[in-house]
């Protein structure tokens, strides 16, 4: 059964890499790493493209694989067994890939024991901050960890086989393609197999999210409360990037206690499925006691389970700002923060270093509505002023253009140019 399972994976790999692939981004900076002694890790939402990537990476090296989502696999004792099977079948080359290596139990000893071995491993999960942790524990100083997440802009274009230069941007049919897909990435999202596949969104997303929270949440940690988790999730995704207290919201989902709540929250972000970010103050205690955001990983979701009468353009432009800067690299509650200045105006994400606010971001739909540029530029000048920053920039759906303000530069930019780095 066991040499059965692992070559039905074997194919299942190989039909994968058979595939189109759009190349990842973030393979350029990671292949470096390919070959380092030490274990690899790819985390990320399932259904995000670690797999695939992962074993690109690893080019033609040909690396033995497992996928632990097969409770064939999980139940096995003896780990030694899964490693004599995969070099009966691959050869006794030690390049390994094994995937959702979180579904294995005592996983890190294993690991070890195979770094040890002197195995060039690479895994992948979708469990952050448990796997996290048990990485720091486990595989201190002798682990690489690399984030993938669905499709950032640029490799959605590349699935939708849309190129352009720039200087083309004044073209009618070009800006007006362009727009076409920006809003349709904006809606739907960038899981990689809906995009390449061009399948129904609303059907896949919405089984893909009830998978996610049966297999990583209920079933993971044996809950009880089934319900409970997923009318948290689903009033999340109808209220993203919109202020709640943990006690408030507690009383309004009838939660036995905060605590209940906060562990819920947690079982929710380290499935990948969102985020709660912090409202910055320099003071890292009274940050622990202000109000919350929440912003989905992918704006997909939103689509799929909303139950909104019509789609707020500027909150979807918001969140997917919010994935973006995740895709970027900050990191929410460490470098990724919403502000609100002295006089309760808000600021929408403060970008930090270790020692300073690097820059100010507002994100705007329309721009040219009364009062709106008033109201968000007024904001901005407040924060530069009180967190000491001069990089202001304005995030618009079209408008381009820098302005100056009470001695500040404001920098307007176009949502399009900023997520393919402008």
Known sequence: ?????????????????????????????????????????????????????SAHLFGDRNPAYANF????????????????????????????????????????????????????VMLTGSNAKLLGKELATSLTGRHIPMEIFPFNFREFLAAENFNFNEDEIHLPETKGRLFDLLQKYMTNGGFPELVVKKLEPKGYLDTLLNSQIFTDIVKRYKLRLTQKI????????????????????????????????????????????????????PKVGERLNLPKKAYLVDNGYIAAKSVQASANSGKLMENLVFSELLKKGWKSNHSLFYYKTQSSKEVDFVLRDETKTKSLIQVTYDIDKLGVKDRETKALLQAGAELKCNDLITLTWDYEGVETFEGRRIKFIPLWKWLLGG
């Open 230 to 281: 997923y009318d948290l999730e689903i009033f999340l995704l109808n209220n993203f990037a919109c202020e709640f207290s943990y006690r408030k919201l507690s009383n309004q989902l009838e939660f036995s206690s905060v605590a209940t709540l906060q562990k819920f929250l947690g079982y929710l972000e380290e499935a990948y499925l969102l985020c709660v970010l912090e409202r910055y103050s």
């Open 69 to 120: 989502d097969d409770e064939n696999l999980v139940k096995i004792k003896n780990y030694n067994e899964i490693v004599k099977e995969l070099h009966a079948i691959y050869g006794e080359d030690k390049n390994i890939l094994f995937d959702e290596i979180q579904n294995l139990p005592d996983w890190e000893l294993f690991i070890n024991r195979l770094h040890r071995q002197g195995y060039n």
């Open 1 to 53: 059964m066991l040499r059965e399972t692992l070559l039905g994976q074997k194919k299942e790999l190989e039909r994968m890499l058979k595939k189109p692939f759009i190349e990842r981004e973030a393979e350029k900076s990671v292949r470096k790493f390919v070959t380092n002694s030490l274990v690899k890790v790819v985390l990320g939402p399932r259904r995000a493209g670690k797999s695939v990537f």
